[in-house]
């Protein structure tokens, strides 16, 4: 005879050896790509400070390198790492066991290989020029196909389901699962079919770069942060009322941001302030997210602590109030919108999105799920605290001093001082290329860390890897990255 707490840990063990080796790949192939996506970005800061560096070598002239940066950070690490949390998420929460793990891994390897070409074609001159639609336009198509094998078995499994409640979590999921395909799709096709007037592609490539992150790289933090928060601590999410608000906020205001960056430019009057309004507003779902899911992770402050799931995501949930705000200082019309228009305060705010924001809830999630698809606990605490320490430190500096440098150098093209523009931010650029060089020693740690563990190298135990010097237990119970605290998120009605 078997206990119902028995008989859902085999559930979930099914769940997760059915998924094993799709999830893993998409995690390992992701944090390759994120090292190399930084190696570019710092071969591109590096030549924004050295003109000269490089400048015998085509491929690797500025703007070739910068557009590969930002497309392997974009599509190699944030949409397979978005890939692997969001599937397992979803079978973990509808109960379900994957069928098609051969077909996920099958397109797993296609977008790997098509991501490959398009960085490949970026480097040998035939990109796009679109703002991250870099590459070439004929990818794009397959990209889409790709990802069909990978979301709609995910939706399919999600419709047959038991009937019973909807979490939150499934919210921002399903959601993220399905605004994808539009926002790609609408884009590749407005741009490159219906391209005829250039303002036009220029104020849907503005549109499309803010899409992607208030409705797939956002959402998919947030589904994570709210499966983590109470899957950790054993407490129920702080605030139903603020997930709902935040869910549907972010939906509606998310998809009228971006406009604000052709303010001036000879399109309809309306657009560039509906695109600012909504980008100022969009700070209230973001406020509220981080609001719920922090109340939450520190309700247990001995587990808060010890958890490098919590750890991580807690970072990447303050880097979601911060871009809030952040989002909201600089989109004011009239005001800081001038400023932060042409310069590269849009690169700090980028990082602090797709790296600050999602990337450091993502650490927290594969830091959470990795041990439960190999049945190995992570090798070192020492290495994943290296990772947390060196990646804050880098992103916080990055972030900042592109913001603020980046203003400086709004003033200067205001002021048509261009010279003085360029050698204000000057000592910014340096500073980030040296943030950007402890950002890739970090994710060295984790790569290498991630490999051992693929390769089921890892430690053989039943407490989780905690920071805090090993220890397992507190006055309260076991503390870290417990499997057992309930449904894991509040429930939507």
Not at 82 to 87: M, Q, S
Not at 359 to 378: C, D, H, K, N, Q
Request: glycine fraction near 8%; include cysteine.
């Amino acid at each position: 005879m078997t206990t119902p707490a028995q008989n859902d840990a085999l559930v979930r063990s099914a769940i997760d050896r059915s998924l094993r080796h799709p999830v893993m790949f998409f995690f390992t192939s992701a944090a390759a790509w994120l090292a190399v996506s930084i190696l570019l970005g710092i071969i591109a800061m590096t030549k924004m400070v050295s003109p000269e560096f490089l400048d015998g070598a085509a491929p690797f002239t500025i703007g070739r390198v910068y557009a590969a940066h930002i497309t392997t950070l974009v599509y190699g690490w944030g949409c397979q790492a978005a890939f692997g949390v969001l599937i397992w998420l979803v079978a973990r929460l509808t109960r379900l066991e994957s069928t098609s793990s051969g077909l996920v891994l099958a397109a797993g390897h296609a977008w790997n290989l098509l991501i490959f070409i398009g960085v490949t074609a970026i480097h040998l001159g035939y990109g796009t020029g679109v703002p991250w639609m870099e590459m070439p336009k004929l990818v794009w198509p397959a990209l889409l196909a790709a990802y069909g094998l990978i979301a709609i078995w995910t939706m399919i499994q999600f419709r047959i389901r038991a009937t019973g409640p909807v979490y939150v979590t499934q919210w921002f999921a399903i959601g993220s699962l399905i605004w994808l395909p539009w926002i790609m799709g609408t884009a590749w096709f407005v741009i490159f079919f219906m391209g005829d007037n250039a303002l036009f592609s220029a104020a849907v490539a503005s549109w499309f770069r803010s899409a992607m992150i208030y409705l797939f790289f956002v959402p998919t933090a947030a589904a994570a942060a709210y499966y983590l928060a109470p899957k950790v601590t054993g407490k129920p999410v702080h605030s139903y009322s603020l997930s709902a608000v935040g869910f549907w906020a972010l939906a509606f205001l998310g998809p009228w941001t971006g406009f604000q960056k052709l303010t001036g430019a000879p399109i309809p009057y309306f657009l560039p302030y509906v695109g600012a309004a909504a980008a100022v507003l969009v700070g209230v779902p973001l406020i509220a997210i981080a609001i719920s899911t922090l109340r939450t992770m520190v309700s247990d402050p001995a587990r808060f602590s010890a958890s490098p799931s919590l750890r991580f995501a807690s970072a990447g949930i303050v880097c979601m109030f911060v871009l809030g705000l952040c989002g909201t200082l600089i989109n004011i019309p009239e005001s800081t919108l001038p400023l932060s228009q042409f310069s590269f305060s849009q690169y700090g705010m980028d990082i602090l999105s797709i790296y600050g924001c999602f990337s450091f809830v993502m650490f927290g999630a594969i830091y959470f799920i990795v041990p439960r698809l190999t049945r190995r606990e992570w090798l070192s605490s020492r290495m994943i605290n290296w990772h947390f320490l060196l990646s804050m430190y880098g992103v916080v500096t990055i972030a900042l001093l592109a913001v603020l440098g980046g203003l400086l150098h709004g003033q200067g093209q205001e002021s048509f001082m261009f010279e003085w523009s360029a050698t204000r931010a000057y000592p910014y650029q340096i500073a980030t290329l040296v943030a950007w060089c402890f950002v890739l020693i970090s994710n060295l740690f984790f790569f290498v860390h991630l490999l051992f563990m693929w390769a089921r190298l890892g430690r053989r135990s039943n407490h989780p890897t905690l920071l805090p010097h090993g220890h397992h237990d507190s006055p309260h119970g076991p503390v870290g990255d417990i499997d057992n605290a309930g449904p894991g998120t509040v429930i939507v009605h």
